[in-house]
């Protein structure tokens, strides 16, 4: 799998169902979402995170926030609550078409489209915060360590990236598919059994991977916890990092 096949595969989500391809959740898929209650899925997930951030010690409020992997810029509206500026980038222009339309912030998100395997494009320690929550566990595993890397080059000294990733399928059917069957064989069953648009890939990264990536790139990890419980399949925890 390559960053064109997310690509591919993503922007047809994006353009067929995109609020549920974000946010799978039953009774959602078809367009079922109501926009409303799919940004609110967004404030409660930014605040739950701010007040962890705030036990922590860690600031709460930003002069540049970056929504990775912002899709239909659910989490980005959130953060314009908290932050002067906020750019959300996506790999599928599709998903940002819906997160413009979604916007309520009166533009003060800029949405931008960034379907190179870095973040190039902008300058290193441009940050304050880096936000990516459903995001990297779409990806192939070398993408997930090129663009970590990448978060905590664009933070600046001291800057926070809150990170969200899949450690491990949980031992539930599901979870044991997920560990045991070739991924073609799942993609055909999304597409052809369940009528996925396109398929969706999970790649979890362990923890003790975690710890190796951030030490040879200058980061530190604060803390980390369980993730919000999204799905019951897969075992994730949300890194609250530090760059040094």
């Given at each position: 799998m390559s960053l064109n096949d997310v690509r591919r595969?993503?922007?047809?989500?994006?353009?067929?169902?995109?609020?549920?391809?974000?946010?799978?959740?039953?009774?959602?898929r078809g367009g079922?979402?109501?926009?409303?209650?799919f940004l609110a899925t967004g404030r409660a997930d930014v605040e739950e995170t701010v007040g962890w951030l705030g036990g922590l010690g860690l600031p709460t409020r930003w002069e540049r926030a970056l929504d990775f992997?912002?899709?239909?810029?659910?989490?980005?509206?959130?953060?314009?609550?908290?932050?002067?500026?906020?750019?959300?980038?996506?790999?599928?222009?599709?998903?940002?078409?819906?997160?413009r339309r979604l916007d309520r912030t009166d533009g003060r998100i800029e949405f931008v489209l960034n379907d190179a395997p870095d973040l190039g494009r902008f300058p290193d320690g441009h940050f304050d915060l880096v936000y990516s929550a459903l995001v990297l566990q779409h990806l192939p595993r070398p993408a997930v360590d090129r663009y970590l890397a990448e978060f905590l080059r664009v933070l600046?000294?001291?800057?926070?990236?809150?990170?969200?990733?899949?450690t491990e399928p949980a031992r539930t059917l599901k979870g044991l598919v997920w560990r045991f069957a070739p991924f073609?064989?799942?993609?055909?069953?999304?597409?052809?059994?369940?009528?996925?648009?396109?398929?969706m890939r999970m790649t979890p990264v362990p923890h003790a991977d975690m710890?190796?990536?951030?030490?040879?790139?200058?980061?530190?990890?604060?803390?980390?916890?369980?993730d919000l419980p999204y799905t019951e399949d897969w075992l994730c925890s949300r890194y609250a990092l530090r760059r040094r």
């Open positions: 595969d993503w922007t047809t989500l994006g353009a067929e169902d995109p609020l549920w391809a974000v946010l799978v959740q039953p009774g959602k079922r979402w109501d926009e409303d209650e992997g912002c899709g239909a810029g659910r989490l980005s509206q959130a953060l314009a609550a908290h932050a002067t500026q906020v750019v959300g980038v996506d790999i599928a222009p599709s998903m940002l078409e819906t997160a600046r000294p001291g800057g926070v990236a809150v990170v969200g990733l899949p073609r064989l799942i993609s055909w069953a999304q597409r052809r059994v369940l009528g996925y648009p396109a398929p710890v190796r990536l951030l030490a040879t790139h200058g980061g530190e990890i604060v803390d980390r916890r369980p």
